[in-house]
C-alpha cells in the first residue's frame, strides 16, 4: 500500500499496517506546511515506511507517531526541509511496545533568511521489548546568522537487550570542507551548494516520476 500527498492533500490521519503488510506514506508540500498529527500503528512483521520533503514558505508543526505494536515491526522515516524565513517544527516519535522492533528516523534541513527549524525526535523503548533497535539522526546547517537550528533527539529507554542511539548536528557549514573544493576548482559558492545538496537531495530517492522533477527544481531554487 502506497499513499502519496501533496500540499493541502495532506491532512491529519490515522493508519493501521496489519501484520505482514508493507505501506509507503510520501508527503511533498511546496507551498503550504502541514499542520497535523500522523499516527501509524505497525503490527507483526508488517513495515512502514516514510518520507517528507518540504520546501514549503510558512511554518507550523507537523507531528508524527509510529507505534511498532508487533514482534517483527519496522518502520523508518526520514524528512528534508528548507526553512527560510519561517518557523517550523517536526515533532517525530517511534514507540517501540514490542521486542525485536526496529525503528529509524532521519531528519534533515537548512536555514536561511531568519528561519527557525525544530527537529523534536524521540525514540522509545518500552518496557518488555526486548531485541528492540532504534536509531535516529538529525543534521541542520545554518547559512544566515540571523537563523536558529535546533535538534533535539531523545531516547527513552526501560529494558535492556536493546539497541538505542543518536547523533545530532547543528551548525554552519565546514569551512575546511570549502577550503577543500574550492582548491578543486569550485568557486565558494559552488562549493557551498555542492555540500548543501548532499544533505538535502538523498530525499529524492523516495519519489518518482514528475513529483520527483518537481522536489529536484524546488531544491535547486531553494538553494
Same mark, same amino acid.
Given at each position: 500500500?502506497?499513499? *502519496?500527498?501533496?500540499?493541502?492533500?495532506? !491532512? !491529519?490521519?490515522?493508519?493501521?499496517?496489519?501484520?505482514?503488510?508493507?505501506?509507503?506514506?510520501?508527503?511533498?508540500?511546496?507551498? #503550504?506546511?502541514?499542520?497535523?498529527?500522523?499516527?501509524?500503528?505497525?503490527?507483526?512483521?508488517?513495515?512502514? /515506511?516514510?518520507?517528507?520533503?518540504?520546501?514549503?514558505?510558512?511554518? %507550523?508543526?507537523? *507531528?508524527?507517531?509510529?507505534? +511498532?505494536?508487533?514482534?517483527? @515491526?519496522?518502520?523508518?522515516?526520514? !524528512?528534508?526541509?528548507?526553512?527560510?524565513? &519561517?518557523?517550523?517544527?517536526?515533532? #517525530?516519535?517511534?514507540? $517501540?511496545?514490542? =521486542?525485536?522492533?526496529?525503528?529509524?528516523?532521519?531528519?534533515?534541513?537548512? *536555514?536561511?533568511?531568519?528561519?527557525?527549524? $525544530?527537529?523534536? %525526535?524521540?525514540?522509545?523503548?518500552?518496557? =518488555? &521489548?526486548?531485541?528492540?533497535?532504534?536509531?535516529?539522526?538529525?543534521?541542520?546547517?545554518?547559512?544566515?546568522?540571523?537563523?536558529?537550528?535546533?535538534?533535539?533527539?531523545? +531516547?527513552?529507554?526501560? /529494558?535492556?537487550?536493546?539497541?538505542?542511539? $543518536?547523533?545530532?548536528? *547543528?551548525?554552519?557549514?565546514?569551512?575546511? $570542507?570549502?577550503?577543500?573544493?574550492?582548491?578543486?576548482?569550485?568557486?565558494?559558492?559552488? &562549493?557551498?551548494?555542492?555540500?548543501?545538496?548532499?544533505?538535502?537531495?538523498?530525499?529524492?530517492?523516495?519519489?518518482?516520476? /514528475?513529483?520527483?522533477?518537481?522536489?529536484?527544481? @524546488?531544491? /535547486?531554487?531553494? +538553494?
Amino acid at each position: 500500500m502506497e499513499k *502519496v500527498l501533496i500540499d493541502e492533500a495532506i !491532512s !491529519s490521519f490515522r493508519l493501521d499496517v496489519n501484520p505482514g503488510e508493507n505501506a509507503r506514506v510520501k508527503l511533498a508540500a511546496f507551498s #503550504t506546511f502541514p499542520n497535523v498529527e500522523i499516527t501509524v500503528n505497525v503490527h507483526e512483521n508488517a513495515t512502514f /515506511e516514510g518520507a517528507f520533503a518540504d520546501f514549503s514558505g510558512n511554518g %507550523g508543526t507537523f *507531528v508524527l507517531r509510529v507505534n +511498532l505494536l508487533g514482534k517483527g @515491526a519496522k518502520a523508518t522515516w526520514k !524528512s528534508a526541509s528548507i526553512c527560510a524565513g &519561517a518557523k517550523k517544527v517536526f515533532d #517525530t516519535n517511534i514507540i $517501540h511496545r514490542e =521486542g525485536d522492533t526496529e525503528g529509524l528516523m532521519e531528519n534533515y534541513g537548512i *536555514v536561511s533568511k531568519n528561519g527557525k527549524l $525544530h527537529f523534536k %525526535g524521540t525514540s522509545a523503548i518500552e518496557k =518488555g &521489548a526486548k531485541g528492540a533497535a532504534t536509531r535516529q539522526n538529525a543534521k541542520i546547517i545554518i547559512f544566515d546568522p540571523g537563523c536558529d537550528g535546533r535538534a533535539d533527539p531523545i +531516547l527513552k529507554i526501560d /529494558e535492556n537487550d536493546v539497541k538505542a542511539s $543518536h547523533g545530532a548536528v *547543528v551548525g554552519k557549514l565546514n569551512d575546511e $570542507h570549502i577550503f577543500y573544493l574550492c582548491s578543486r576548482g569550485l568557486s565558494p559558492e559552488q &562549493a557551498k551548494r555542492l555540500i548543501t545538496l548532499g544533505y538535502i537531495r538523498p530525499i529524492e530517492v523516495y519519489f518518482d516520476g /514528475e513529483l520527483k522533477d518537481r522536489i529536484e527544481a @524546488a531544491i /535547486e531554487e531553494g +538553494l
